[in-house]
Structures are given as structure tokens and as C-alpha cells.
């Protein structure tokens, strides 16, 4: 079964960047388009945008437009989303998640992270 | 792209039929399709419940069904049980590589 090994909590500054990782357990993740998905405390789900299996695309949500990067390494079966100039409502989980695929690529979210809490204060 | 809209709590009895919905707004040109559906348990990783409108993946139970007409998608449990109580959210594919997730909605058995 794979897993989904994300990065420790972080707390960053107003303004800082933070920079998740999440590793996959097997190397099959490396066909797979990978997810980020955040949640604020006591809040819902958030999609924060998708990077292809090869890492040479990425797609993310308008308000992320020019703040999240997201790469991948394919040697290592990690992927990394990058968020810049946070701001307090940046504080929140972060999750990554893998896109079902059996024959076809079904849009949900099979397989998820632990998360990685960000917290972001002065 | 707004979030879909969901109710924000739906309870039943134990025994009982529930069904939550997943609506995106009328003003909204966006079709949404490949609806899916997530369950979490507090402090817990959301889990996938329904996939592409109706489909469960392995192991959950059938309990849970989908079903989406247009833009509006629900997610029905039967024969509630106390572990059904969480927050659910309905996901849907808004075209051209974007994901819209619903506002969730808890669940309480009474």
C-alpha cells in the first residue's frame, strides 16, 4: 500500500516562503498526478492545485496564481509545493494526495498525506 | 472558482436515510463533473468515499452511494450508524485542470 510521507510542521514569519515535501513510500507515485489541498483550522478543504506525473506541468487554483510552486523529483518519488509571501490566513494543513488511476485517471483523491501544519506568526 | 455549496449539517437516527447535496451556484457557467466525495473524522486525513459521480473505491461500504444530475451532485447514506458522524465534502472537476471542493457538511447521528 503507498503512503504519503509529508514534511514536519513549520512556523514562518509573515512575508516568509515554506516549502512542504511529500514522499511516496513506492516508486509506482512517479505515474501519478499529485495534489495539494489545505485546510484552515476549523475550516474545509481547499484545492490549491495539481503537478503532472512527469513534473514538467503544473495547474493551481486562481488565488494561488504567482504564490505556490510545486515541483517534483522522480528519483526520490517526492513532490514539493512552495508557498510565498504568506500572510496569517496562510496558517492551515497541508495535505498532499495522490489522483486515482485504474485504466483512467479518475479526478478524486485516492491516497493523502498526513499533512503539515503551517503556521505562520510574527 | 467558488467553493460548490453544501449544507452545513444534516443529522438523522440511527437506522435512518440521509442526503447530503453539492450544488454549484446558478450563475456559474462551470459544468462540473467527476464528482467526488470525502469523509473525516475529526483530527483524521479526509478518506475517499465516491468516486466519478457514483462509484465507491474498495472497501467502502455500500452504504454510501452518489449520484449527480447537472450541477448538482448528492451524497446519500443509509442505515446511519454512529462511526458515519464527520464532516463531508463533495469535490467536483471544473475543466481545464481545476478542483472546486464543496463547504462541507457535518454529519451527527442523533
Not at chain 1, 512517479?30 to 503537478?51: D, F, K, N, T
Not at chain 1, 487554483?61 to 509545493?81: I, L, P, W
Not at chain 1, 504568506?86 to 497541508?94: I, M, P
Amino acid at each position: 500500500q503507498v503512503q504519503l510521507v509529508q514534511s514536519g510542521a513549520e512556523v514562518k514569519k509573515p512575508g516568509a516562503s515554506v516549502k512542504v515535501s511529500c514522499k511516496a513510500s513506492v516508486n509506482t507515485f512517479i505515474s501519478h498526478y499529485m495534489h495539494w489541498v489545505r485546510q484552515a483550522p476549523g475550516q474545509g478543504l481547499e484545492w490549491m492545485g495539481v503537478i503532472n506525473p512527469t513534473g514538467d506541468g503544473a495547474r493551481n487554483a486562481h488565488k494561488f496564481q504567482g504564490r505556490v510552486t510545486m515541483t517534483r523529483d522522480t528519483y526520490t518519488s517526492t513532490v514539493y509545493m512552495e508557498l510565498s509571501s504568506l500572510t496569517y490566513e496562510d496558517t492551515a494543513v497541508y495535505y498532499c494526495a495522490r489522483e486515482y488511476y485504474s485504466s483512467m485517471w479518475y479526478k478524486a483523491f485516492d491516497i493523502w498525506g498526513q499533512g503539515t501544519m503551517v503556521t505562520v506568526s510574527s | 472558482q467558488s467553493a460548490l455549496t453544501q449544507p452545513a449539517s444534516v443529522s438523522g437516527s440511527p437506522g435512518q436515510s440521509i442526503t447530503i447535496s453539492c450544488a454549484g451556484t446558478s450563475s456559474d457557467p462551470t459544468s462540473y463533473t467527476f464528482v467526488s466525495w470525502y469523509q473525516q473524522h475529526p483530527g483524521q486525513v479526509p478518506k475517499l468515499i465516491i468516486y466519478e459521480d457514483n462509484k465507491r473505491p474498495s472497501g467502502v461500504s455500500n452504504r454510501f452511494s452518489g449520484s449527480r444530475s447537472g450541477n448538482t451532485a448528492s451524497l446519500a447514506i443509509s442505515g446511519l450508524q454512529a462511526e458515519d458522524e464527520a464532516d463531508y465534502y463533495c469535490c467536483s472537476y471544473a475543466g481545464s485542470s481545476i478542483y472546486v471542493f464543496g463547504t462541507g457538511t457535518t454529519v451527527t447521528v442523533l
